[in-house]
């Protein structure tokens, strides 16, 4: 018997994931969990009904979706507490992941509930670890606002980001959000789009945005799908802001004690201002 199989526990949640493409990515265990449970909360019950049907799977749906989870937590705990099995999935990869189920998940947990995870596809995880982006330190994003003036505020507060930053993105809003990160980042960072991971049309780009743009530009096609965007900052570009940086603490030494000089120049490049009193003290030191 499959360990944590629905067959061994009752009364509780599985957070299922479900393939982001490649039918193959759908694990032997998440496929019998659906299976097993009484019943099976989906996104889109429509969408998760061809699944279920592709692999001979009969279930009792109803839907969890962003307009109605909160009011379905209650609902999700009175099955559980009747002793029934319930399996969350989204349309495609792993539930909560840019997808409804929060709301639930945390309100079971407070009750002191089960919830239990059957691991499977996961579009940022996919992509990232094939990018050739660092994969050590990164931070997910979600989906990126539509307006261009609250996206390129987002992707300004990055750059006091460390690590690789993962943003997911959709066809018709492709072109702009890279066009956003050139304006922001000029070609101070590294690009890497995933495009139709998993699927017939997989795709990466890599890049500066203004490479990315002209490939767009070149075709068309490659704008098509669903799009993981991945931005890191080059050694090159990190050494180089440390340059100027310390230029402008420098400046500021020869006339302003070093906490006076730490807080202007804080000021003006957006630095923290406790590493900048450090940065200035080596320098004194040096």
């Known amino acids: 018997m499959l360990p944590h199989s629905s067959d061994d526990v009752r009364g509780a949640?599985?957070?299922?994931?479900?393939?982001?493409?490649?039918l193959d990515d759908f694990s032997k265990r998440a496929e019998q969990v659906l299976r097993d449970v009484d019943y099976i909360a989906a996104e889109d019950t429509r969408h998760s009904r061809k699944?279920?049907?592709?692999?001979?799977?009969?279930?009792?749906l109803f839907s969890i979706h962003d307009h109605n989870e909160k009011d379905k937590a209650d609902y999700v705990a009175s099955l559980l507490d009747d002793g029934k099995n319930v399996a969350l999935v989204s349309d495609a990869g792993t539930p909560l992941i840019s997808d409804p189920g929060y709301h639930v998940v945390h309100a079971l947990r407070a009750q002191d509930h089960k919830v239990l995870p059957v691991p499977g596809?996961?579009?940022?995880?996919?992509?990232?670890?094939?990018?050739?982006?660092p994969t050590d330190q990164f931070?997910?994003?979600?989906?990126?606002?539509?307006?261009?003036?609250?996206?390129?505020?987002?992707?300004?507060?990055?750059?006091?980001?460390?690590?690789?930053?993962?943003?997911?993105?959709?066809?018709h809003r492709v072109y702009d959000s890279v066009k956003?990160?050139?304006?922001?980042?000029?070609d101070t960072a590294q690009l890497v789009l995933a495009r139709e991971v998993t699927k017939t049309f997989e795709t990466f780009l890599s890049g500066t945005a203004s490479e990315i743009l002209t490939k767009f530009d070149d075709?068309?096609?490659?704008?098509?799908?669903?799009?993981?965007?991945?931005?890191h900052f080059t050694e090159e570009n990190t050494d180089e802001s440390e340059q100027e940086i310390k230029r402008i603490l420098g400046v500021l030494l020869e006339d302003l004690p070093v906490k006076?000089?730490?807080?202007?120049?804080?000021?003006?490049?957006?630095?923290?201002?406790?590493?900048?009193?450090k940065m200035a003290l080596e320098m004194q030191g040096d």
């Open 219 to 231: 075709d068309a096609n490659q704008m098509r799908g669903e799009f993981v965007v991945m931005l």
């Open 139 to 171: 931070f997910f994003a979600g989906f990126v606002p539509a307006k261009s003036k609250a996206r390129c505020d987002l992707f300004e507060s990055w750059k006091k980001q460390s690590g690789t930053v993962v943003f997911y993105e959709s066809t």
């Open 13 to 22: 949640l599985y957070i299922v994931a479900t393939p982001i493409g490649n």
């Open 260 to 277: 006076q000089a730490a807080a202007i120049a804080a000021k003006l490049t957006g630095e923290k201002k406790n590493g900048l009193y």
């Open 180 to 186: 956003d990160v050139e304006k922001v980042y000029g």
């Open 51 to 60: 699944l279920l049907n592709h692999f001979g799977i009969e279930a009792k």
């Open 121 to 133: 596809a996961c579009a940022l995880v996919a992509a990232l670890c094939a990018s050739g982006l």
